[in-house]
């Protein structure tokens, strides 16, 4: 996927097959035992974070819906250009 497709984090998804939402609080993420790379790291919504055991690592190509697309300014838009420029190195 391109990075300017990122959703922003504070967005509100469901994954295929899920009984419950996610909100996303991290994008382009590691997974710190194998190194694989994810799209995305977000917590129940609307629990929000209650330790590592309840953060899901998980890719675009895995979202059915987008319930709530979360906040974007400059600041975002600069972060997903610095964030281009990395993987295009």
Known sequence: MKV??????GSVIY???ADRPLMIFGV???N???G???DYIGVLYPEGSMG????FLFQHKDIERVVFRGYEDDARLEFIK???AFYEQ
């Open 4 to 9: 300017n497709e990122l959703l922003p984090i």
């Open 15 to 17: 994954l295929r097959e």
């Open 28 to 30: 382009k993420q590691s």
């Open 32 to 34: 710190l035992d194998t």
């Open 36 to 38: 694989e790379e994810y």
């Open 52 to 55: 590592r055991e309840s953060q």
């Open 82 to 84: 610095k964030l281009e």
